[in-house]
Each structure stands twice: as C-alpha cells, then as structure tokens.
C-alpha cells in the first residue's frame, strides 16, 4: 500500500483512469444545484448552481474560502445543511437515484452505508460521554452489521486499528477527552469508512490539526480509500493540499463553480481570475518572503537598507530571551501530589529591530508560553527576557505597565479578541485610554490614522465586531495592538485562522507595517509555509526546547534537523510544482 | 472513579462541621437566659437553675457545648424539649410526610419538565415553544400561595377531584395536589433549562456527526441531544430536592401538612432551642446528601468529571 503519492504519480496515472470511468455512470452527480438560507432579510442563496461529478473511486477537491458554498455543497448531499438551509433547485443523484427531497428513513440509510462523512473539528465532533468505541458500535448497529455484541467488538477495535490507532482495544474503551485532535480525527476516520460507504465526504478533516499529524492523517486516509476503493469528496480551503490530494479540483466562489479540471492543470494554467489569485497566495506553494514591502523600506528606512542577513546583526536586538525556562506544577491524580511540566526549557533567542523572528512548533511545543513571557503576562522560572536592555522582572509596577506600551500582541482567533460589546472606535482606542494618551479628541485622530494605517475605511469606527468579517477584525486587531505606537508586536497564530487569501493580504499588510514603523514581530505559528513568507529568522521549537535556530533560508534549504526536515515535509503541497 | 467518590465523602465532614458549628453559633449567641425564661415572673430558685445548668451543660465553654451536640447528633440523641417529649420523635413524625410530598414533586417536576423542555427546545421559535414558555414564566413569576388557593378552589372544592387538604395521615391520594403546587415554579425552571440545553446540543458538532453515521432520529435525539442536555439539569433537580426536603411552610400551610415546614416555624417561635438546633442540622445532612448524590450523578453523566 502506497501512502505517499506524489502529485505526479497521479496525474500520470489519470488519463487512462479517467477513459475508464468517463464510460461508467458518475457515482455522484449533482446538477444545476441552488441551496438557500432563509433569514429575516428573506432566502440568501448559498450556492447558486453547481455542477459536480464525482466517479466511483475517485477522488475529487472542492476548494473555497469560507462562505464559497462548499460546505453547504457536501452537506446538502447528505441532508444535513444546518438551520434553516434548504435545497431550493437542481438534482443531486447517488448511484442513479435522486436525493433531493428522498424521505428521512431512506436519507437515514443513506447516510454512513451509502455516503460516510469524516468532519471538520475533530474536537468537537465526538461526544463527549460515550466511550469512543461505543460511538462507532453506534454505526455499525444502526447501518445492519451482522453479527451479535463480541463481533461487533472485534470489528469496533479491527476498524480503529485500521484508522491507525495503537492499542486500539484499550482506546475503544476510552473518552474523546482522553485522545489528542489527531487521534479523535482517527476515530472519526474509523465512524466514516465503518460500513463502508461507496463516497466518503472529507470536510476539511485535517484543517484543525498540526502539519505533520495532518500529514500522516491524510497519507492514512488515501491509501484506505484506495484500498477499499472508496471514492473521496474533499472540501478544503488549502489549494495546496487539494491538489496534492485530489485527481479532480472544483473551485468555488461566491456558490458558484468558476472552475473545475485535473488538479494539475488548474495549478499551472488556471483561467478563472480568483482561481489565479488562489494560486498565486497559496502560502504552501509561496516560496519566498513577501518582498515588496521591504524593497520600499529600502528607499525609505536607511536601517533597512541592506536587507542582508549580515545587517541582521548590526541591528540592535530589541528583545532578548536568555536560557527562558518555565515549569508549571501539575496537580496530581492524589491531593498532595504533583508532577512538573516544563513548557519551556532553557531557550534562548534574540529579535532584532525591525526584523522578524518566527517560533515554529506543533501544539504543545512550548511557543505560546514562550511569546506569554515576552509579553510580561507569565513570569519565568528561570532566564530573563530584556526589551531594549531592561530586565522585565526587575522591573516596577509602573515600568512594566510602560514596558506594555512598548510590546503589544495581536491573537489568533479575531472572534474571540475583540470585545463583541465595544465598537471598533473603542476597542482600538481602549489602550489609549488606559495608558492616558491625550484627550479624547486627540484620540480619535489617532484612531483614524491607525484605521488608514490598517487599511480599512475610517467609517468601520462606528460598526461592531459581529458586522465584520475574520480579516477585517484582525485588521482591527492590529490597528489596536499598533495604537500606543509599540516597537514590538507578539503575533501569537495572528493568521491561522484566515483564510488563505486573507491570510495573504494581511501578512501583506504587516509586511508594509513593519518597513513603515521599523516594528520587529515575534511571529508565533504552527505554519512553515507562513513562515517563508514574513519571517527573517526561525527558531523551530519542540517538547520546549529550540532544536533549529537559524535564518529563513537556511531553514528552508538546509535544515539541519531531522524534526525541521518532518515538518518541511508535511507542509501541504510540498511537492508540487506550478507553473507561472 | 472509586477515587472520586472517596474524595467527595471525605469532603462532606468538613462542610457538615462548619455549617453545625455556624448554626450552633447562631443558637447560642441569641439573646435571653433559657434557664432563667423557664420559671416565668419569679423565676426558679438559684439552685434548682444551677443544676439545670448543670444538666444541660450550659455552664461550660461553647465549644464544649458544641461537641456534647455532635455527640448527641452521632448518637441520634437530640435531647427533648420544654415539654419533655423527644426532639428526635417530633422530627420522625414531620419528616417522613415532608419526605413523599417531596419526592412527589420531585418526580412530577423532572417527568413533565424533561419531557416538555425536550419537546419545546427542539421546536425552538416554533407555537408550542412559545406557548410552553410564556406559560412557565407566568409560573415562575405566581407566587405559590396564589396558585396553592386557586387550584385548591378549582381543582377540590368546585370540580372536587382531589382531597382540599392533607390533613393528620395524608396518603398518597391527598398529597398530589400540594405536591402539585409544590412542584409548579421547580417544573417550569427544569423545563426552561431543558429546553435551553436541548436547543445547544441539537446544534452541536457531535449531533451531526452522529446524524451522518446513519443513526434513526430517535437514537440521535436520545443518545446524543437528551443525554447530553440532562447534566445541568441533574444539578439543578438535585439542588431542588434539597429545597424540598427543608419544606415549604406556605404548601404545607395552604393543604394543612404537619411536616417539616410547619415544625420548624413553630419552633422557632416557641423558642424551642433544642428542636431548631436538631431538626436544621437534620436539614442540613439532608442538603449535603442531596448535594453529595448531584455530584455522584455528574461522574455518572459526564466522563470527563469522573476521570479529571
């Protein structure tokens, strides 16, 4: 069983596949497909006619950003579109048979027999109070398995087993709290294929996991469908891994299809323009440092002048974090017991001004912990970080309050980092106020000059969170961390949950940002590819300590480490080559 | 899981400790000599208050006064009261009554609470969800005397379908209506909080995957939506049932109920120190018992309490 195809490998092989399959009927067929939500304003339609095939054993991507349609597409499929989603025209038939408007038994057999889904979050996708084995015992009993309870317990554990989990015997018997995002993942893995359905839809099943997990997840997941002759429906955001994934890409946008061939031939030759600028932005298949930004820095910033990596040196560090230790103390399964935990173990890394320093690392490898003790918000076991040669923990009450004027941070996820009762006026102007900057006059000026800084029209001041989208809001985020005119800006994930053409536009604008201000980031992200495109120097992190430390290109081209090499390796997309 | 249990036990004595030790406080700090109260105008003779003194203890310390109470407690000797009767058989004879009417309204308000809460939650904006909730606001806001007098009129004396009041030995029979009214504002919180959970889970992630899995409506509804939704609403029946058990002096009024209600004003009225100390700190192992089986029953709901 082959688990690594390379793009190539398939699409050499596609051709002769596709004669024969083009003579077979399509497995699934969706025509002239028009889903809408009713809403107060009335039906909002969400997709507005797709067309799709999808050939037994085939696998097919839909590719979009969020609010394309794609989601609502493959729900649609097996009546499972949320609230108040409807089908409102077009066909969508299974094995010659129409689905729309078939009855909730038939649907109900459809579903897990016929058609198996493998979900997006695996966090929240289990429940949490049945035993894991018992929530796949669940499909095999409700799709007709035959055979009494031990049988079905052989196959609960046979199928984990077959998901790829160790030990799978003792996993069936455990919670979902008790299993990491790549095993649940597994689990529901197991929950999709367990009886065998002729369509797996994947809706971006890797999307909340780390690189390399996600990589060994779908490696997994492609050679059992392959084996069992599954065809797959991949929905994904990311071009890079639909097309290293799928034979056949569909690009959505706006609920229509603007595009659809081999997966090959839309790399290199796409035709539609947002297919192009998909492409183009594509952080998997970028393969340089956004430069533009700096090439005007050149003629404006006599410090960036020389953007060389010897200069690199020349700059003053800003920040410096020395042999930075953090141990937090576990309360054990017994009252007076406990175990350490060393998040962070004796690392240490310099940022130099106006540079960009990016801490890469799979979750729990201790760079959230590290930014938290640049910002001041944990204190160090042991080590010190000083910004602008000023040791944060001997500092006063009143020094660090200045101290956080100077480094600010912007969060990963913008839901969740603005306050949904502020207007974006007073959340951008709330560390104004706090730290007394001005009157009030004077700080809306200023909240206006952040809100052309951050390009965003200076009439967003009077809306509110909820009336934005995730790229306008991390924009404001950024305008608000920029507000008290910081040196350093702590970018914990600040664009790892954008998608991929906001993603680009808003590591775009820090670029801008940061020749025009002389900002140096430290850039926290479980992303490589993201990295190559902000990021002067890298430190890859893991189980706490700095295992690689060096510039950006020398990562990229010649990494040292065995772990940065796994890593390279996962980013999604990898192996592909595009043309143009 | 064992271990669970364990922790939660050894936690109980603590509490039971200090809610004694603060209730025996309050006792003891109220104003007035009890002794000297006893003989009215003149007053007892000097000796004959020193032995009481000395009978009951009252010349020691209070902590020494307090552990001759736990030790009274322990022992299930609560002392008697002025008239010489045993604390501990006033409180048998109240609490057995105030223990069904209790569990009655226990059942009545879980049964239809769960059930209309499931029904509304998962036809949310639909006409029975709006009717169900305007109907339990107006329940929450009546207070328990007006729906107490109303259904005793309507239901026993005009349609005379139920017994008006409880009286002596109330059975069965005549204690549905009180606990009827009992059950009122406690059935309409259950239902609103049901119905809210229902309506979370039914949108939840895992309900869809389960959806998907192929699983017959009522399987999902039942395994998925209602199981998940029940754990809030554990807590709060469990918390009820502690409210219960210390009876409600208005029901137990209205219906004519010699439970435990009833005694305890009495008693607090009367003066009737021994009787209120006992009878609170009878509630008050109530109340912890109560609160100790809400916890077992989470472990039981929620894995992830059971293994944290």
């Known amino acids: 069983m082959s688990t690594t195809v390379s793009l190539n490998d398939a699409v050499e092989q596609e051709p002769e596949r596709w004669e024969s399959q083009d003579a077979s009927t399509p497995l699934l067929e969706i025509k002239d497909l028009h889903i809408g939500f009713t809403t107060g304003q009335g039906v909002v339609q969400a997709v507005r006619g797709v067309d799709l095939n999808v050939y037994p054993g085939q696998s097919v991507a839909i590719v979009g950003e969020s609010g394309s349609g794609k989601s609502t597409t493959a729900h649609a499929i097996i009546d499972l579109l949320p609230g108040t989603g409807k089908v409102t025209g077009g066909s969508i038939k299974f094995g010659g048979r129409e689905l729309v408007g078939l009855g909730r038994r038939q649907t109900e057999d459809l579903r897990g027999r016929e058609i198996g889904l493998v979900p997006q979050d695996p966090m929240s996708n289990l429940n949490p109070v049945w035993r894991v084995g018992t929530q796949i015992d669940e499909a095999l009993v409700a799709n007709g398995f035959q055979g009494d309870r031990a049988a079905r317990k052989a196959r609960v554990v046979e199928l984990l087993g077959e998901a790829g989990l160790p030990d799978a015997e003792v996993r069936a018997r455990q919670y979902p709290h008790e299993f990491s995002g790549g095993m649940r993942q597994r689990a529901l893995i197991a929950i999709g294929l367990a009886s065998r359905p002729k369509l797996l839809i994947a809706d971006e099943p890797t999307s909340a996991l780390d690189v390399t997990v996600q990589k060994k997840i779908l490696d997994h997941l492609e050679g059992l469908t392959k084996e069992l002759g599954t065809a797959v429906l991949f929905i994904t955001h990311d071009l890079g891994l639909a097309a290293e994934r799928a034979e056949h890409l569909v690009v959505m946008y706006k609920g229509k299809v603007v595009e659809s061939g081999p997966a090959r031939q839309i790399l290199q030759d796409p035709q539609h323009e947002y297919t192009r600028r998909l492409v183009a932005s594509a952080p998997s298949l970028a393969s340089r440092r956004i430069q533009s930004a700096h090439e005007r820095g050149k003629q404006t910033d006599e410090q960036l002048a020389a953007h060389a990596d010897e200069t690199a040196k020349a700059a003053p560090d800003v920040v410096v974090a020395k042999d930075l230790t953090k141990v937090f103390r576990l309360r054990g399964a017994r009252p007076g017991t406990h175990t350490d935990f060393t998040a962070v173990d004796n690392i240490s890394f310099t940022l130099p001004k106006g540079r960009t320093i990016a801490l890469v690392g799979e979750s729990g490898s201790g760079k959230s912990t590290a930014a938290n003790m640049v910002l001041g918000l944990l204190e160090p076991t042991s080590g010190v970080v000083t910004i602008n040669d000023q040791d944060m923990a001997t500092m006063s009450g009143k020094q660090s309050f200045a101290m956080r004027r100077r480094v600010q941070p912007v969060f990963q996820n913008p839901y969740g980092s603005l306050d949904p009762m502020f207007s974006v006026f007073s959340s951008i102007e709330e560390p104004l106020r706090l730290h007394r900057v001005g009157d009030r006059k004077s700080r809306e000026v200023r909240v206006r000059e952040l809100l052309d800084m951050v390009s965003l029209p200076q009439a967003t001041m009077r809306r509110f969170p909820n009336e934005l989208s995730g790229g306008q809001r991390q924009r404001i985020a950024i305008a608000r961390a920029l507000a008290l005119k910081p040196e350093v800006l702590v970018l914990d994930e600040a664009v790892s949950a954008l998608d991929v053409l906001v993603q680009a536009q808003i590591l775009t604008l820090l670029n801008d940002l940061q020749a025009e201000l002389g900002l140096s980031y430290l850039f926290i992200t479980h992303d490589l590819a993201v990295v190559r495109q902000i990021a002067d120097l890298v430190a890859v992190m893991k189980d706490g300590s700095i295992v690689e430390h060096a510039t950006t290109d020398e990562v990229f081209d010649n990494p040292q480490q065995e772990y940065t090499r796994d890593l390279l390796a996962a980013i999604p997309g990898a192996s592909l080559e595009i043309g143009g | ?308």
């Not at chain 2, 109907?135 to 379908?161: A, E, H, M, R, Y």
């Open chain 2, 1 to 308: 899981m064992l271990w669970y249990i364990g922790r939660r036990l050894i936690q109980v004595i603590p509490v039971f400790l200090g809610a004694t030790l603060l209730l025996y406080a309050l006792v003891f700090l109220r104003p007035g000599d009890p002794v000297a109260a006893l003989g009215g105008e003149r007053g007892l003779p000097e000796a004959v208050q020193a032995q009481i003194r000395e009978q009951f203890h009252l010349n020691e310390p209070f902590i020494m006064q307090y552990f001759y109470f736990l030790k009274g407690v322990v022992t299930f000797d609560m002392g008697n009261d002025f008239t010489g009767q045993p604390v501990a058989e006033t409180i048998a004879n109240a609490l057995p009554v105030t223990f069904q009417l209790a569990m009655m309204a226990i059942v009545i308000e879980a049964v239809l609470g769960i059930a209309f809460g499931l029904w509304a939650g998962m036809r949310k904006g639909k006409l029975f969800d709006s009717v169900v909730l305007v109907w339990s606001l107006l329940l929450i806001s009546v207070p328990t005397f007006v729906t107490g007098l109303l259904l005793q009129i309507i239901v026993g004396v005009q349609l005379d379908w139920l017994p008006v009041t409880a009286g002596r030995d109330p059975n069965f029979y005549s204690l549905l209506l009180p606990s009827i009214v009992l059950a009122a504002t406690s059935f309409a919180y259950v239902l609103r909080l049901t119905r809210t959970s229902v309506f979370e889970n039914i949108t939840a992630d895992f309900v869809r995957t389960a959806r998907a899995k192929g699983l017959s409506r009522a399987l999902v509804t039942r395994r998925h939506v209602l199981r998940n939704s029940l754990i809030p609403v554990v807590t709060f029946i469990g918390v009820d049932l502690g409210n219960l058990m210390t009876g409600s002096i208005v029901t137990e009024g209205i219906f004519n109920i010699n439970g435990v209600g009833g005694t305890l004003f009495e008693a607090i009225q009367r003066g009737e120190n021994t009787t209120v100390v006992a009878l609170s700190t009878v509630l008050v192992i109530v109340y912890i018992g109560a609160n100790l089986l809400v916890d077992l029953l989470y472990a039981v709901l929620d894995p992830r309490i059971r293994y944290a």
